[in-house]
């Protein structure tokens, strides 16, 4: 009933900048919080970013001050601006959202299906 598409990932050099975008559709009454997660090779997924339906941004402490989240509402869509990208930044990124459909009282969790960032040195 609801699809994240996330779109943006590619192939940059170290110090580069990606913009990554997630829109959100089918039949939805309401979006809360968005946000966004990366998980690289042989690793855990981790939380990278969010922001509430107010505008609200958090960030994890080793992307703080390079990305920045946003959100369109009219347009059900969450963007990541990634500036000074690193190596380590390397991952597939997830989008997520917390979506009340027309069918449904409570919000529920969605994920995209990934778009790779791959950053080198």
């Known amino acids: 009933q609801v699809q994240l598409v996330e779109s943006g990932g590619a192939l940059v050099h170290a110090g580069g900048s990606l913009r990554l975008s997630c829109a959100a559709s089918?039949?939805?009454?309401?979006?809360?919080?968005m946000g966004w997660f990366r998980q690289a090779p042989g690793k855990q997924r981790e939380w990278v970013a969010g922001?509430?339906?107010?505008?609200?941004?958090n960030y994890s402490d080793s992307v703080k001050g390079r990305f920045t989240i946003s959100r369109d509402n009219a347009k059900n869509t969450v963007y990541l601006q990634m500036n000074s990208l690193e190596p380590e930044d390397t991952a597939l990124y997830y989008c997520?959202?917390?979506?009340?459909?027309?069918?449904?009282?409570?919000?529920?969790?969605?994920w995209g299906q990934g778009t790779q960032v791959t950053v080198s040195s």
């Open positions: 922001i509430t339906s107010g505008g609200s941004a």
């Open positions: 997520n959202a917390a979506v009340r459909t027309w069918a449904t009282l409570r919000h529920v969790d969605y």
């Open positions: 089918g039949r939805i009454f309401s979006i809360n919080d």
